[in-house]
């Protein structure tokens, strides 16, 4: 029994240190700076929180209940009603083109690195997220951002799950863009956002709904749909208050057992027109 014990703590540390390597390496390589040009710069377009927003449900699904999950409700900009627990980690990065292809330079994309760490007290899951929005040129450490989420944990059978959030803790992430006047504007942004657990009959996956409305970044309100077409795959549509997303999500457990090692890689499009692309992975 002492062995199996000491081989299982084994298992998970190798399985940790590999996620806490991949996020790193995802973290450095995608969070470079967004050129200036960038056609979703505006006054209080926020460019930097609409090709990923770091928040729950941003490129991996959850269950009600605050667990990672293959086929729970998923978004791209937006969030979505369950937020990250249970002592759970995600790291994810993404980038966006100026234009419907992928991108070949780095001055023609805008990209966003970000990690998640997930807690939970007694029915409440809490959720920190550190984004990397930027990392200007001759400058060593980068731009970032920080989030709050809180979610009271519902009851098993419940359909609805809801949360109430701060993003940009700091208010110092850019509202507008580079270089772009009323940059200096705050970009803090509180909101509030449910998710809603649609039953479309046994053996068929459920579609959820989600919608939110909050303060600047929020305050035009948003929603999201999302749903299991076949294992492992996702499609999801978002409008974010500034336009509609969509995309497809494909998952894989990497390792088994009751905390399995989470992969992702999303593909879509911003605004219609814009190539997006994001990877992700948690444990």
Not at 97 to 105: I, L, T
Not at 153 to 172: F, K, M
């Amino acid at each position: 029994m002492q062995l199996r014990s000491i081989v299982l703590r084994s298992r998970l540390t190798t399985r940790a240190s590999l996620g806490l390597a991949l996020a790193g390496s995802l973290l450095l390589g995608l969070a470079r700076t967004a050129a200036a040009q960038d056609p979703t710069s505006g006054f209080d377009d926020f460019p930097e929180f609409r090709n990923l927003s770091g928040l729950s449900g941003c490129g991996y699904g959850l269950t009600n209940g605050g667990f990672l999950s293959l086929s729970g409700p998923t978004a791209f900009s937006t969030p979505v009603g369950p937020v990250l627990g249970h002592s759970q980690a995600w790291f994810g990065g993404g980038l966006t083109s100026f234009n419907s292809s992928p991108a070949d330079k780095s001055r023609n994309s805008n990209s966003t690195g970000f990690g998640t760490y997930g807690m939970t007290f007694g029915r409440m899951n809490i959720a920190f997220t550190d984004m990397v929005i930027s990392w200007p040129h001759r400058r060593y450490a980068p731009d970032q951002a920080f989030n709050m989420q809180v979610q009271p944990i519902p009851d098993r059978d419940s359909r609805v799950a809801w949360a109430a959030a701060i993003q940009d803790l700091g208010g110092a992430g850019a509202s507008a863009g580079a270089g772009v006047p009323g940059d200096t504007r705050t970009s803090r942004s509180l909101f509030g956002v449910a998710t809603y657990r649609i039953s479309t009959g046994t053996g068929i996956s459920p579609v959820f709904l989600s919608g939110g409305i909050g303060t600047r970044r929020y305050k035009g309100g948003f929603g999201s749909a999302s749903f299991q077409a076949i294992k492992p795959v996702r499609l999801w549509i978002e409008e974010d208050g500034f336009g509609f997303n969509e995309g497809v999500l494909g998952t894989w457990n990497v390792t088994e057992g009751r905390r399995p090692l989470e992969v992702t890689s999303m593909l879509g499009l911003q605004k219609g027109r814009y190539f997006t692309w994001s990877f992700g992975i948690g444990f």
